[in-house]
């Protein structure tokens, strides 16, 4: 750990720190090179079991009087957008599902709302996001501080899922394996497609 921490950041990160250094951006942490290398490397890590990104991230830009100000916003801004991408995979996900189902309208109408409820439900669920990058910059008297934050795929696609089968079991009339399934499936599918 420590050895990577003191490496050297690659050519591409070292061009790109540069630049943002010119547009006046500095960190109050690693070295700019640094955060963007460790933060590409988030964005390609693969998770092995599922062959899929293993973290779903948002990068935004907030503007504070105050250091502090700008953070505590960029960290709202992060979740709300973390949970907005889940919300439109899941729910895209899930009309293509039930689309191929033979489920009653009832039951169709159950699962919408299980899982729109539970991706509703995500922002406020959300732990620590893990902070990769965090720059910033004074314009005009004002911090403008940019971030890129991340959250483990398998831990919030869990999370929605254990409270779209809750809701599920209260709601139809039985939870069968066949729903098991076809959440699964959403689930699945979503972890495939979520992007930034």
Do not use: H
Not at 38 to 49: A, G
């Amino acid at each position: 750990m420590a050895k990577t921490l003191y490496s050297k950041a690659p050519k591409d990160a070292q061009k790109e720190a540069k630049k943002l250094e010119k547009e006046g951006w500095k960190s109050m942490g690693l070295p700019i090179a640094k955060q963007l290398d460790n933060t590409w490397m988030k964005m390609m890590d693969i998770d092995p079991m599922t062959g899929y990104n293993r973290f779903i991230w948002s990068e935004q830009t907030a503007v504070g009087n105050t250091y502090a100000t700008a953070q505590m916003q960029i960290e709202n801004l992060c979740k709300v957008r973390i949970a907005g991408q889940i919300q439109t995979t899941v729910m895209s996900e899930a009309k293509t599902e039930l689309a191929n189902q033979q489920l009653s309208a009832k039951d169709a109408a159950s699962f919408d709302k299980a899982l729109e409820k539970a991706t509703l439900m995500v922002a406020q669920k959300l732990g620590r996001l893990v902070k990769t990058l965090e720059i910033y910059r004074v314009v005009n008297n004002n911090y403008e501080v940019r971030c890129v934050m991340f959250y483990d795929m398998k831990s919030i696609m869990d999370m929605v899922k254990a409270d779209a089968v809750k809701d599920l079991k209260e709601s139809l009339d039985n939870w069968t394996p066949t729903y098991e399934k076809m959440l699964d499936n959403i689930i699945d599918n979503s972890s495939k497609t979520v992007t930034e």
